[in-house]
């Protein structure tokens, strides 16, 4: 590794010291055997280098090898002519097959070592270095070549084999500028190379040059720079760069900036070059020099046509560019208009093509109906599953829209789980509800994720346009609409009516109105006893939210609990009505012997969060009430949205020793079988059902009848909701259900309320 490293450099300053030394020596004889001992000392460098640098491709360094040997040899045999059989060299000589040979392995060697796989050479790159070439070509030309063709001593042989040194050059010049010095960011050894090249384009030149003029012998100061050459080349082929290879070095390069400002650098050198063969023209005719006009003026309508082609190419790129900026811009276009995970039209374009159809309604004396939809439960999906779960749904539930609606209506993703359907040439206003229906139906059939059994479902609103409507206006009906569909759990579509804007406005200000709600203390909680059916006992208490605006006065949960659950603020709130619960529980066991319950309603929101846990212990903690007397009520459609999450919950709040309840049974989408699964310890029978009891209608009671036999099978507690009724009271006691909660017995008791019925009930029977 050391001598890696290192010999590159150690043999670049003893490599310079000979070369001076070389000048210094006094005999003809022994500055040419230091010439050919350099010589072969650069062959074997490239053979060290490929050994010691182990490139990936050594066969560029093969070829420059050889060309090395050949001009090495080619001295040598000039040597042997000159020194050994003291003869004066003939022209052409062995000496100039051995030279000219050098030239193709030189070309393939430089070829090869500058390939690089990850970028083709560029056709504005080649045009560059042929103008560069023909500025040389015309120099030498007007110096060296026209001197040889019009040289009456030379026999045609000798002419072509005089020509084809420069023109080997002018071959080097155009290869080294392509490949070499017109490219940015290449490794130190092409940089070396490249120097190598040019110093033997210039001693070459300056040779022919001394040898035209008949002033050339050895030991002239030209051989410095052949002898440089060769050192140059050593050094190239040991340096440690050589192991890279030809492409790394590009890897990394950002193509566009890097190439315009490689192509800018080089154009004083290719203009420069480009002026030559005019320039040559110019001065020869106004010098009266002598000159071969016609080589010259056709190189230089040949730079001419090379720079028109440039132009040309150039025109094309800036046409290119044009037409990509023009993509760009449709892109952004459509982006603009269109949403970027469905590719669904947005609200942009959604409320544009509303603004037509209305126009048009006008016309045709027909309908437009905007629907909204608001994916049910669609948060939950997003938070426990994945946004990549949730993207999909999205996707699907997209696709799903568009397969269904007609060619000429739309299908808008208008937010982030809205999606929007306009209807345009509606007729009856009937099937454009009716459709609606559909989508529900379709929607909760279709979609299914992840192997859930749980599908989706879709809350539908839907506006009607007749006539001139604004935009703004159809767009919040739907909208009103489709939170009135939200918030009614029986339908999921609802049709737009006045009323609703009313609501949707309230709804609006609730959020607002949140804020700073908690710290005013302007909630509380009202107990509503829940008893012990056999023995008519109070057996606990619901905690049921209530909220008291300093001006609208009492709000129901019915009304804020979602729009809370919609904004988040739930949670906090959530966190409050679990402490105070207990807190409220601990007040009322201090008044008794008996360890009365307190069931506490969570939200969907609630559960699925991460502190819920932590929260119901540390309130616990804080006011001593045992887990046993905690009950936590999770309602039926939760459960059943997002089965694995909720059950990782259930099942760490049940090892705490806390009850769960499943709220309003048999109002979800669970078929009963489900509930094996979940960790739960009492079922609520909701109300709806409770109503139907009717004790001269036997068959009113088959579904509470079911629901108790199902809970006592899987050793589950059941409690009766909403009881209003005696008779439904007695018919619960007949079928055997453990506990009942309703106004019959006692509505929502205030916190006096219902001390006053804890101090009054110990151990008395208070029910009815
Ligand atoms: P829920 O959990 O099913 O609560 C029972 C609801 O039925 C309560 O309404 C209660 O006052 C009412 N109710 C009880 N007995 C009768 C009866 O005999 N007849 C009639 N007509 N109604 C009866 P409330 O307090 O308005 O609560 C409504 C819903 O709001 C609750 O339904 C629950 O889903 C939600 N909620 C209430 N408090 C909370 C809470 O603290 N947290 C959360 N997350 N939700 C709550
Ligand atoms: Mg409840
Ligand atoms: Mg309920």
């Not at 992840?450 to 001139?468: N, P, R, T, Y």
């Amino acid at each position: 590794m050391g001598l890696r490293a290192t010999a590159w450099k150690y043999v670049l300053v003893g490599g310079l010291c000979i070369v001076g030394a070389y000048f210094a020596i006094p005999s003809a004889n022994g500055q040419t055997v230091v010439y050919s001992a350099l010589g072969t000392a650069s062959v074997v460098c490239i053979l060290v280098g490929i050994h010691l640098n182990r490139p990936k491709d050594r066969l560029g360094w093969y070829f420059l090898a050889l060309a090395g040997g050949c001009f090495t040899l080619g001295d040598d045999a000039w040597t042997v002519y000159d020194a050994v059989l003291h003869l004066s060299v003939p022209f052409p000589s062995f000496a100039d097959a051995l030279y000219l040979a050098g030239y193709p392995f030189l070309f393939a060697g430089v070829l090869r070592l500058t390939r690089n796989p990850n970028r083709s050479v560029r056709r504005e790159d080649n045009a560059d270095a042929a103008i560069v070439s023909m500025g040389a070509l015309a120099i030498s030309w007007h110096v060296l070549m026209n001197s040889y063709v019009h040289d009456t001593t030379l026999t045609t042989f000798g002419m072509l084999v005089n020509l084809a040194y420069p023109m080997m050059d002018i071959a080097l010049v155009f290869l080294v500028c392509r490949t070499l010095l017109f490219r940015e960011s290449r490794q130190p050894f092409h940089k070396l190379l490249a120097v190598a090249m040019l110093t033997m384009f210039v001693a070459d030149f300056i040779y022919d040059l001394l040898v035209l003029q008949n002033r050339y012998t050895s030991g002239n100061a030209v051989d410095a720079l052949f002898l440089i050459e060769y050192v140059i080349i050593g050094v190239a082929a040991l340096h440690p760069s050589v192991a890279a290879g030809s492409s790394e070095a590009e890897d990394g390069e950002i193509i566009g900036s890097g190439e315009e400002a490689s192509v800018r650098h080089r154009m004083p050198v290719v203009i420069l070059a480009g002026f030559i063969p005019p320039s040559i023209l110019v001065l020869t005719a106004s010098l009266g020099l002598s000159a071969n006009v016609l080589v010259i003026a056709s190189l230089c309508i040949a730079v001419f046509g090379v720079i028109c082609l440039r132009m040309i190419w150039l025109i094309d790129r800036i046409d290119g560019q044009t037409l990509e900026l023009k993509k760009n811009e449709d892109y952004l276009r459509h982006m603009a208009f269109h949403d970027e995970l469905t590719g669904l039209p947005n609200r942009a374009l959604l409320s544009e093509r509303v603004g037509q159809a209305l126009a048009s309604v006008t016309r045709s004396g027909r309908s437009v109906a905007l629907c909204f939809g608001d994916l049910d439960g669609f948060k939950t999906i997003n938070d426990t599953l994945g946004h990549h779960v949730g993207d999909a749904v999205l996707v699907k539930v997209g696709t799903l829209l568009e397969s269904i609606v007609r060619p000429e209506d739309t299908v808008a993703r208008i937010g982030g789980d809205e999606f929007a359907i306009l209807m345009v040439d509606v007729v009856n206003p009937d099937d454009a509800v009716d459709f609606a229906g559909r989508i529900v139906t379709f929607l909760h059939e279709a979609v299914e994720f992840e192997g859930s059994q749980a599908g989706i479902s879709i809350s539908v609103g839907v506006a009607l346009a007749d006539s001139a409507t604004p935009v703004e206006k159809l767009f919040s009906e739907a909208d009103a609409a489709m939170h009135e569909a939200k918030s009614n759990r029986r339908s999921h579509v609802e049709v737009f009516e006045s009323s609703m804007r009313a609501r949707l406005v309230e709804r609006l200000e609730f959020t607002s109105r949140f804020r700073g709600s908690l710290e005013r203390s302007e909630f509380f909680l009202d107990f509503q006893p829940i008893f012990s059916l056999g023995d008519r006992t109070l057996r606990g208490f619901e905690a049921l939210v209530r909220w008291h605006h300093p001006t609208i006065g009492l709000v129901s949960p019915l009304d804020f609990v979602p729009v809370a659950e919609e904004t988040g603020f739930i949670v906090p709130l959530g966190r409050w009505i679990l402490f105070a619960a207990c807190e409220q529980l601990a007040a009322l066991n201090a008044l008794t012997d008996e360890s009365l319950t307190v069931a506490v309603n969570l939200s969907r929101r609630q559960l699925v969060s991460h502190l819920l846990v932590d929260n119901v212990r540390a309130a616990l903690a804080l006011t001593g009430v045992r887990p046993d007397q905690l009950i936590l009520e999770i309602t039926e459609s939760v459960l059943m949205e997002n089965p694995e999450q909720v059950l990782s919950a259930l099942t760490e709040l049940r090892a705490l020793g806390i009850r769960i309840s499943v709220d309003d049974f048999g109002t979800g989408y669970s078929s009963l079988s489900h509930l094996q699964r979940f960790p739960a310890d009492v079922l609520k029978i909701d109300k709806s059902f409770v109503d139907q009891l009717n004790v001269s209608e036997p068959a009113g009671s088959a579904m509470v009848t079911s629901i108790i036999g199902l809970a006592h099978n899987l050793s589950l507690e059941v409690v009766a909701e909403g009881i209003e009724r005696q008779d439904q009271f007695e018919r619960l006691i007949e079928l055997g259900c453990d506990y009942g909660q309703g106004y019959l017995m006692a509505r929502p008791l205030d916190r006096r309320q219902s001390e006053a019925l804890v101090e009054a009930s110990r151990g008395a029977v208070v029910a009815p």
